[in-house]
């Protein structure tokens, strides 16, 4: 496992969201959905991929509440333009 610095840390943009829509994404190489995810205010509502067809479905996703990580860049994922990483679904 490779170490970061505390100032590596502090770049990384971790923000709350609430997911708006989810797809299925048969294109993807391993099981995926698209996800769609409201941070409001400036950053407003990004997309990603998700391998985590194995927890949830599409139906229980929505309205959930997430971290992502909102400043890692654009990534193209099988024809499909990744906006932030998600990082955990937030259970109540």
Known sequence: ?????????QRVDLRSGTIVKV????????PAFKVWADFGGSI???Q?????TVHYSP???????IIGCVNLGEKNIAGFLSQFL??????D
């Open 59 to 65: 139906k229980t996703l929505v309205g959930m509440k």
């Open 23 to 30: 797809e299925e994404f048969p294109r993807a190489k391993k």
């Open 44 to 46: 407003g509502i990004l």
């Open 1 to 9: 496992m490779t170490s970061i610095t505390y100032d590596d840390f």
């Open 48 to 52: 990603t991929s998700a391998q985590i």
């Open 86 to 91: 998600l990082v955990t679904p937030v259970r």
